[in-house]
């Protein structure tokens, strides 16, 4: 059956001039339609590809801070075959059409705007969703319900914009989180974020962060890795249950 919109895309490569075919490369075909976009549908599909995603047209238009002419520029987008509707109610769902598309808008990209993109995103789902405050960042059990859906998307775009402070808060979030829901893999990744930005937070965090982080590696049968995190965890543990909670799991990795 093939990938019809790769088919596609081949047909429109195809030109017929005086009886001769010339073809053209998809990747020659994808660069055109993004060369011919304006510079808010620019923006608006990169921000919807370092997105990673699926993500709402009013997100969208918010992390590119115009509401006004989002929905022509996007319908413009949607009949070149950049983007899809994977939802036109109340609120559309948006995405790529194709990760060919993606790959080449990542290509064209440098690394400080793909940062800002990410940025922008992460600012805009902190916004909506509720956010923490910087007086109760250390209470980081003390947070909106409504952020719940959103810590892995947080986590990310925060990591990935190379805003470390608050990267650290939502990857512990979202690795306790994934945790409960027992995603453990999605839990190894997070507390990686939350643990590559420690430093400097109190060493309650710190031990929260070490502690989580060598449990799910211990869950994993990781155990070297997780004893490591315990010798980290054991430098921030300021009581005896915690002393005893390092002890505790320790022991159990020699079983």
């Known amino acids: 059956a093939g990938n019809p919109y790769l088919t596609l895309q081949l047909l429109e490569s195809v030109h017929v001039d005086n009886e001769r075919v010339a073809y053209h490369k998809l990747q020659d075909v994808i660069a055109t339609k993004l060369a011919g976009l304006p510079a808010l549908a620019d923006s608006l599909l990169k921000l919807l590809t370092v997105f990673g995603r699926d993500m709402s047209m009013a997100e969208l238009a918010e992390a590119a801070g115009s509401q006004a002419t989002t929905i022509s520029n996007l319908t413009r987008m949607r009949s070149e075959g950049l983007v899809r509707w994977l939802s036109e109610n109340d609120e559309p769902i948006l995405d790529i059409y194709h990760d060919k598309i993606r790959e080449n808008v990542l290509a064209q990209m440098p690394d400080s705007e793909i940062s800002d993109c990410h940025r922008a995103l992460a600012e805009t789902i902190e916004r909506r969703a509720g956010g923490i405050s910087f007086e109760a960042l250390d209470a980081v059990d ?92 054991s430098n921030f543990a300021i009581d005896e249950v915690q002393t005893a909670q390092i002890h505790a799991l320790r022991a159990s990795l020699a079983f």
């Open 142 to 233: 003390l947070y909106n319900e409504s952020l719940r859906p959103r810590l892995v998307d947080l986590s990310r775009h925060f990591d990935a914009s190379g805003m470390l402070n608050k990267a650290r808060y939502y990857g512990l979030l979202a690795a306790e989180q994934a945790c409960k829901q027992l995603a453990l893999e999605v839990a190894v990744e997070h507390y990686q974020v939350a643990s590559r930005h420690a430093t400097g937070s109190s060493d309650s965090i710190r031990y929260r962060i070490a502690f989580g982080y060598a449990d799910v590696l211990a869950k994993i049968g990781r155990l070297d890795a997780a004893s490591q995190e315990l010798d980290r965890a």
